[in-house]
């Protein structure tokens, strides 16, 4: 039996059960990757990493969607010739209850303390 074709635009994620506590918090201990987390947090849906204007340059943009997409914080998917990102909340809630909320908390009081 063969194995379904891979497009190569696919991309690898890991399944929620491989999701591990210190890959979330280095994914998010970046405050270039904590921007996109709370931009992600706060749409209504998925945003195209062209959404994004970030102060770097973009292969280092392309790093820091890497580092939340191999950690398990956000997905990324194709649609059409944009890649969409979003939160996986879902399984992050399941596996850490209550931790990407109080990050995301933690943050935004962070920001409105130093003017951020």
Same mark, same amino acid.
């Given at each position: 039996?063969?194995?379904?074709?891979?497009?190569?635009?696919?991309?690898?994620?890991?399944?929620?059960?491989?999701?591990?506590?210190?890959? /979330?918090? !280095?994914?998010?201990?970046?405050?270039?990757?904590?921007?996109? /987390?709370? +931009?992600?947090? =706060?749409? &209504? #849906?998925?945003?195209?990493? $062209?959404?994004?204007?970030?102060? /770097?340059?973009?292969?280092?943009?392309? !790093? !820091?969607?890497? /580092?939340?997409?191999? $950690?398990?914080?956000?997905? &990324?998917?194709?649609? #059409?010739?944009?890649?969409?990102? #979003?939160?996986?909340?879902?399984?992050?809630? +399941?596996?850490?209850?209550?931790?990407?909320?109080?990050?995301?908390?933690?943050?935004?009081? &962070?920001?409105?303390?130093?003017? =951020?």
């Amino acid at each position: 039996m063969s194995s379904p074709a891979v497009s190569s635009r696919d991309l690898p994620h890991p399944a929620s059960g491989e999701i591990r506590l210190e890959d /979330v918090l !280095h994914a998010l201990s970046d405050p270039m990757r904590l921007r996109i /987390v709370r +931009e992600l947090a =706060g749409a &209504q #849906g998925e945003l195209s990493c $062209s959404h994004f204007d970030l102060p /770097v340059t973009k292969s280092t943009t392309t !790093h !820091h969607f890497r /580092v939340l997409r191999e $950690s398990g914080v956000i997905r &990324q998917v194709y649609r #059409g010739t944009a890649k969409m990102n #979003g939160l996986r909340w879902g399984d992050l809630d +399941e596996l850490f209850p209550g931790l990407l909320e109080a990050l995301l908390h933690a943050a935004a009081r &962070q920001a409105d303390r130093l003017g =951020g």
